[in-house]
């Protein structure tokens, strides 16, 4: 099965500059690559994707890019802020009509020093 | 807007004692999901249904079952729980065609 492995574990910034976790993954068949935030205490909740036939997608101060080659995609966020704070975690699956399972990274944990 | 909900916040329960959780999405929604989420070891998939009475494997289905009997709702049953069942539980729905996966607030179990 799939294996996404994620890094860092933890990332320490100062406000204002910018964060980029990484994660590599392994099923080459894999082509949907979503990015989840979860905030203390809250739930998961999507921020950013990308699909196989694209490289690149920005949203605001967040970009994702995805080489498929090399079967990695990042996360980056420009111009961090106290509320981007939380666990962020990547995730794998193989569309095929949206009933599979996602295989997510272990997390990155994510602290914006003021 | 989506939601989705499950039975409890927090659960205690006994060693050997069948656990029943539940969920339940407003949306009409084909797609349900059960998660656990353990420190330092991300969401794993447990179960997952595309359809109602249907269900397939996640990656640690071991010592758990589903049912779904209404497209609304998806329930995790641990037969016998165990202290390594102890964990948060996510359940999560998407639509037929899309691939966002919305969440429940999770219910943190403790297996004593």
């Known amino acids: 099965g799939e294996n996404v492995e994620q890094h860092p574990s933890t990332l320490s910034v100062q406000e204002g500059d910018s964060a980029v976790i990484k994660c590599t993954y392994s099923d080459s068949a894999s082509n949907y690559f979503p990015w989840y935030k979860q905030e203390l205490g809250k739930r998961p909740q999507l921020i950013i994707d990308?699909?196989?036939?694209?490289g690149e997608k920005k949203d605001q101060r967040i970009a994702v890019t995805l080489n498929k080659t090399a079967k990695h995609f990042s996360l980056h966020i420009t111009e961090t802020q106290p509320e981007d704070s939380a666990v962020y975690f990547c995730a794998a699956s193989i569309q095929g009509g949206g009933a599979d399972g996602l295989t997510f990274g272990k997390g990155t944990h994510l602290i914006i020093q003021p | 807007d989506v939601k989705v909900t499950q039975s409890s916040r927090y659960l205690v329960k006994r060693t050997g004692e069948k656990v029943f959780l539940e969920c339940v999405q407003d949306m009409d929604h084909e797609n349900m999901f059960w998660y656990r989420q353990d420190p330092g070891l991300g969401l794993r998939l447990i179960y997952f249904s595309y359809d109602v009475k249907m269900k397939e494997k996640g990656d640690i289905p071991e010592g758990y079952s589903v049912s779904r009997e209404k497209k609304e709702r998806f329930s995790l049953i641990l037969e016998s729980a165990s202290t390594n069942q102890t964990s948060m539980y996510l359940c999560?729905?998407?639509?037929?065609?899309?691939?966002?996966?919305?969440f429940g607030p999770g219910t943190r179990l403790t297996v004593t």
């Open positions: 999560a729905s998407s639509p037929g065609r899309s691939y966002e996966q919305y």
């Open positions: 990308i699909r196989s036939n694209v």
